[in-house]
């Protein structure tokens, strides 16, 4: 059986990946899948919380797990609006490589 170590090191990785992502890509895409990426690495760190935290009748803490609903709410409210932006950005400037991105006017 997987202790609690072992859920927040592949959590950690996760959250090391994406941030790798998010700092050294270029691409708005890669970027953005990299953010949801530590969302996820998050998720898994308050289910593994929850899982482990038992309450004095014996059952799991399910505080962790409905935070994880809040936080699925909100990122699929930021897929919505952050690719309706990055499609926005792509017909007006004809790049997602954020170099080439140097100014807010167009």
């Known amino acids: 059986m997987a ?6 090191l592949v959590s950690g990785l996760l959250f090391a990946i994406g941030l ?3 700092v050294m890509r270029r691409n708005i895409i890669i970027m953005f899948m990299c953010l949801e990426l530590m ?3 998050a998720n898994l ?3 593994a919380f929850s899982r482990f935290n038992v309450t004095p009748t014996g059952l799991p803490d399910y505080n962790g797990q409905m935070m ?7 990122a699929a409210a930021e897929v ?3 690719l309706a932006i990055i499609v926005a950005l792509y017909r007006a400037r004809q790049t997602i490589h954020t ?7 167009g």
């Open 20 to 22: 790798a992502g998010v």
């Open 68 to 74: 994880v609903f809040f936080v699925i709410t909100v």
């Open 39 to 41: 969302l996820s690495a």
């Open 3 to 8: 202790s609690l170590n072992d859920y927040l």
């Open 99 to 105: 170099d080439e991105l140097t100014s807010l006017k």
């Open 80 to 82: 919505a609006v952050g």
């Open 45 to 47: 760190s308050l289910v």
